[in-house]
Structures are given as structure tokens and as C-alpha cells.
């Protein structure tokens, strides 16, 4: 395996973000002969998809093209191609398959009403994906390529961005040990490969109240582990209890530290916020609990309209005890929370409703996503036609 990586973000790249970095197997060099694939020219489709816009659920629609770059033994990724959607290959030994070396992303593209399309925080997933790396020794491509690769995906598939205040296109970037590998070590080939699916609500209720359930037996993550970066194993684990969850009609599981069993850490795949007296609490980032990009965009949202946002320990009991509850995460964005229970409790908040906070919130984050209001933070990025 080759040391000098292909994660050529710079330190400074890395260090002005607020994502933890764990030991490196990687270095990370500001003089990396990593180089990025940049596109001179991106190739576009421009027909419109024939779509029940209306009736857009959270599932995979098969679209025309994927992207695809490999990196080898020496540590640089190849320039990526842009190919049609369908199977790859990989071998029954690959590092992915066998020792669940990956990672994933998942961020969005929106169709604003003159027909151009906005892309949110792309830099923040690209700096993500290189933190995750470094915790699962594997390359990853710099922000430059990760963001270049995105929109090269996003314009071969401009068809299937769904119209305005239909829905989204999500775009879902992976980077897996695809080299083949039978002893336990890191993978010798990587790829790094992203697809796109038009969307609709990631909870059937939309932005009404959902119900969680507080998980008694099992942790989602421990001290030390991987459950602050986006490996694809941190998903599997959590299947079996959001499936007891969903079968006794809650919506999804919320879980608690492995240590003191009391203090909130995320639910299956959305970070978690209380509202008590107007102040706006979300459990710290320690290494535990992944750094959520809508979770950081709704803080800072928060921040600028005058919201005390606290970062810290929030104890099971102040959540039955808090004035309202809300989800955030890519595919949700904000979601109410109706009630949660917890060893058999049942606390419900704003009758149902909802809360004033996330919906002002809520709000006021799908106006900047969607370019519906004047972009103050900056953090939207339009393809150009």
C-alpha cells in the first residue's frame, strides 16, 4: 500500500472543519502527487424524465449514468469517467465484501424555478469522506475531484432532478476496497463510484411528527469505534432493532451511549436536537456520533437568528422533559418529533404538531437548499447550464 495517500486535501483543508481525525494510515501531505480529474466539459441530458412527480417516495429509481474512478496500489486515484448506470464487477475477495472496507455519502441536488439546479455544501461531504478514510486506511479523492465528480454526475442526469418542490435528486457517493484482499489488511484497489436517484420524503409522514422509541438493549456505537464517520457498517448494525421498531409502529430507533446508558446519541440515521425554553441542545460531536452536515447547517442557521444552540451530554430525561424534538439528516432534513418512548414511557410533544422551532428552522434551511431565498451562508453551488 502506498503512504502518501490519495486523500490530497490539505491539512488546512481538513483542520477548518469540525471533523475529528483519527490516526493516519494515510499521510496526509500538502505536497501530494495525488491530483484531482477535473472535467473541462461535462456532458449533459436535457429531455425531462416522465415521472409521478407527486407520489416521489425514498427509494432507488434507476437513472442513466454513474461515475466511476479507480485508485491502485500507488495511492492515486485515475480520472474518473462518467458511464452508464448499471452492475460492477468485484471480486469475491474484495476488501469491501469481506472486511466491509467503505464508505458513503449522501447529499442533494434541487431544481430551482428558472430550471437551474443547486447542489448544497458539496465540499462538506468531500471533506467527510476524507475523514472516514483516514479511520478505515483508505485513499480518498480530494475536495476538488469529490465536488468535480458530482456535478459531472448530477448534469448526465439534469432529467431527473425533479421539479421544483417535487423533491430532490440525491446523490450518493461511495468509496469502497474493491482490490482483493483474503488476510486481514487493507485492500490494494479502491473505488470510488457515485450514483443518483430522484427522491421524494424519507419518512412517509413527510414533515409530520414522527414517533422514535428509545433502544434498551443495543448501542449503535462505542467508545474508540467507527460511529463517527460514514462506514457502511455502522447501517447494517442498527437494522435489527429499526425493524422491531417499525413492526410495533414507531418510526425509528433512537439510541443511547454505550457507556452510561443514559445520555442521547443519534437515531439509525439522523442526528437529534432538543428544545427546552427556547435553547436548542444536540448531543457533542466525540467521536461516537456522526457529524451530521445538515445537523452543522442547522446550527449555524440557528446561531443567525439569534438561537442559543448548546453542544453537549443530553441526558435521556431531558428529552421526555423537553418542549419539542427534531431530526436532522440529508435524506430527512428536519423532522419533527411527535413522541418518544422510553422503557415504556411515552412523551409527547406540541400535541402532535409541529414545534415552532423546527418548522422555522426547517423552513428557513429548504429556502437556501432550494435557492428560493438569497444564499447568506454561501453554501449553495449552481451548475451552470
Not at 56 to 75: H, Q
Not at 107 to 117: H, N, V
Not at 229 to 254: E, F, M, P, W
Not at 299 to 311: D, H, M
Request: hydrophobic share 40%.
Amino acid at each position: 500500500m502506498a503512504q502518501n495517500g490519495c486523500h490530497a486535501a490539505t491539512t488546512n483543508q481538513i483542520q477548518n472543519h469540525i471533523y475529528p481525525m483519527p490516526s493516519l494510515c494515510y499521510k496526509v501531505r500538502t505536497t501530494a502527487k495525488c491530483h484531482a480529474s477535473m472535467a473541462t466539459s461535462y456532458v449533459e441530458t436535457s429531455e425531462v424524465t416522465d415521472l409521478d412527480w407527486e407520489n416521489l417516495g425514498f427509494g432507488l429509481i434507476e437513472t442513466d449514468f454513474m461515475y466511476v474512478a479507480k485508485c491502485g496500489p500507488d495511492g492515486i486515484f485515475s480520472k474518473g469517467e462518467v458511464l452508464p448506470f448499471g452492475p460492477i464487477a468485484l471480486s469475491p475477495s474484495a476488501g469491501v465484501l469481506n472486511y466491509g472496507q467503505g464508505l458513503f455519502e449522501g447529499l442533494k441536488a434541487y431544481r430551482k424555478a428558472d430550471g437551474s439546479i443547486l447542489l448544497f455544501r458539496p465540499e462538506e461531504n468531500a471533506i467527510r469522506m476524507i475523514s472516514g478514510a483516514e479511520r478505515m486506511c483508505m485513499p480518498a479523492p480530494t475536495v476538488e475531484q469529490f465536488v468535480d465528480a458530482v456535478k459531472q454526475t448530477v448534469l448526465a442526469n439534469k432529467r431527473w432532478v425533479p421539479p421544483t418542490g417535487k423533491g430532490s435528486l440525491y446523490i450518493r457517493p461511495l468509496l469502497i476496497g474493491s482490490g482483493a484482499v483474503l488476510g486481514l489488511a487493507p485492500a490494494p484497489e479502491y473505488s470510488f463510484i457515485i450514483f443518483v436517484s430522484p427522491v421524494g420524503n424519507y419518512f412517509k409522514e413527510g414533515l409530520s411528527p414522527i414517533n422514535l422509541i428509545v433502544e434498551e438493549k443495543f448501542h449503535r456505537a462505542s467508545p474508540g469505534g467507527t460511529g463517527g464517520v460514514k462506514t457502511i457498517g455502522n447501517y447494517a448494525s442498527v437494522l435489527r432493532a429499526q425493524k422491531v421498531a417499525k413492526g410495533k409502529g414507531y418510526s425509528d430507533v433512537l439510541y443511547l451511549d454505550a457507556v452510561h446508558d443514559k445520555y442521547l446519541e443519534e437515531v439509525s440515521s439522523c442526528n437529534i436536537f432538543v428544545v427546552k425554553d427556547n435553547v436548542i441542545s444536540t448531543p457533542a460531536i466525540k467521536g461516537t456520533i456522526l457529524p451530521g452536515i445538515t445537523r452543522k447547517s442547522i446550527i449555524e442557521v440557528a446561531q443567525s437568528k439569534g438561537f442559543k444552540v448548546e453542544e453537549r451530554l443530553v441526558s435521556v430525561d431531558e428529552l421526555l422533559n423537553a418542549d419539542e424534538v427534531f431530526c436532522t439528516g440529508t435524506a430527512v432534513v428536519v423532522s419533527p418529533v411527535g413522541s418518544v418512548t422510553y422503557m415504556g414511557k411515552r412523551a409527547e410533544y406540541g400535541n402532535q404538531g409541529v414545534g415552532v422551532v423546527s418548522q422555522q428552522l426547517y423552513k428557513s434551511l429548504t429556502s437556501l437548499q432550494m435557492g428560493n431565498v438569497e444564499d447568506w451562508m454561501g453554501w449553495t453551488v449552481q451548475l451552470n447550464q
